[in-house]
């Protein structure tokens, strides 16, 4: 998504309570997830997902220290995947970052802080064992883009050389693709939010590729902005989009006034229903103003609960409404325990401990009819 030029997922903020594995969220008892017996035990998907049932998602975004030990990230993991499950999700997704040098660069390269298949393992594998739907889904980190230029962001990279960006991005990938194949993930997202780079004919190329390492499905996450009216058809299974629509509503806007605002929205792409569309993110900071700019959070402001759940609460109207293929929360932090984050010190796009966390429940239990 688009945020003045940066992307939420690109830029953690310092405020990150400390984690305490030792405190795992608890379980609702209406919830329905089952537990599992044994060492280690945690709750099970109560609905997991099946073809024609929607992928009712929570994205993870996973910014790593390499520092930590694997018996820390395991920890870390298997909280995150109990809180999702308590959430009534049966599908989550990873993102995690990775890294250009300049929006000219012809090259993109793994950091510090992007996970390494191994490490990124202990998550898929605690949410294999939960039942959990698993999507991968690397993003290009904006860091170095808006340090040099505010207005660049991932949408706008220009490659000298695209067949060496191009051949640089499959090396990347392929050990992830890899990964993903060993580990019965379900989807991997080969694009996100590369606006500037829709439309070239080496995805084909790409995708193709991709397929010789992984059966499962391929994707691509188209940004709010372009996705309602480009004619790009990205050589993938399955389409989404990082959903931040700008509606030009006050505070008080009822959910009913905003979900007509998010169909107005998408019928600017298509009426109607749209089984085989995905949301791959659905998020707004919990402050004031965010129906106007939903991507832009402000997290020395105060908090305004109410607002961030009336959004939630009206995208997945809207969802619903139109037989979407599913949507997915953004976001969880992988490094904040979500039992123990303090809802008015938390970053504003966080959900934890809001009024937003039950809103999710109820959208995701509600929302389990078999199409």
């Not at 997902?49 to 820390?72: A, F, K």
């Not at 998550?123 to 170095?144: M, N, Y």
């Not at 998020?283 to 759940?309: C, F, L, M, S, T």
Request: net charge negative.
């Amino acid at each position: 998504m688009t945020i003045a030029g940066t992307g939420c997922a690109a830029a953690p903020q310092d405020r990150t309570p400390a984690f305490h594995p030792a405190a795992p969220p608890p379980v609702t008892a209406t919830a329905g997830p089952q537990t599992r017996a044994g060492a280690g035990a945690g709750p099970t998907v109560a609905y997991p997902w099946q073809p024609g049932r929607p992928e009712l998602g929570v994205q993870v975004y996973w910014d790593d220290n390499p520092d930590e030990p694997v018996e820390l990230v395991r920890a870390k993991a298997r909280q995150i995947v109990d809180y999702v499950v308590d959430l009534e999700a049966n599908a989550l997704c990873v993102s995690f970052p990775f890294f250009t040098d300049t929006a000219r660069s012809n090259a993109v390269h793994g950091g510090r802080t992007t996970p390494t298949p191994e490490r990124l393992g202990i998550l898929l594998d605690e949410a294999r064992r939960s039942g959990l739907r698993v999507t991968l889904r690397p993003t290009l980190d904006e860091r170095t883009l808006t340090a040099a230029n505010p207005l660049d962001w991932r949408g706008t990279i220009r490659p000298g050389d695209r067949d060496a960006w191009f051949a640089s991005y499959r090396r990347f990938l392929t050990p992830y693709l890899a990964l993903a194949a060993r580990t019965g993930v379900a989807t991997v997202v080969i694009g996100t939010e590369l606006s500037s780079l829709e439309g070239d004919p080496r995805w084909a190329e790409l995708a193709a590729y991709a397929r010789t390492l992984f059966g499962g499905e391929t994707g691509y996450a188209f940004n709010w902005d372009v996705f309602v009216h480009t004619a790009v058809r990205m050589p993938v299974d399955r389409v989404g989009v990082d959903a931040y629509p700008e509606l030009p509503l006050s505070d008080d806007a009822s959910v009913a006034e905003l979900a007509a605002g998010w169909h107005s929205w998408l019928d600017r792409r298509a009426r109607g229903q749209m089984p085989s569309l995905l949301l791959y993110e659905v998020g707004a900071p919990a402050q004031d103003g965010i129906y106007r700019h939903p991507a832009n959070p402000n997290n020395g402001g105060p908090v305004n609960e109410v607002v961030q759940q009336r959004w939630f609460a009206a995208a997945c109207q809207m969802a619903r409404e139109r037989s979407l293929a599913g949507l997915y929360w953004w976001r969880v932090d992988f490094h904040a325990g979500p039992a123990t984050v303090d809802p008015l010190r938390d970053r504003h796009e966080s959900f934890a401990g809001r009024a937003a966390e039950q809103t999710i429940r109820d959208c995701f239990s509600g929302w389990r009819a078999v199409r």
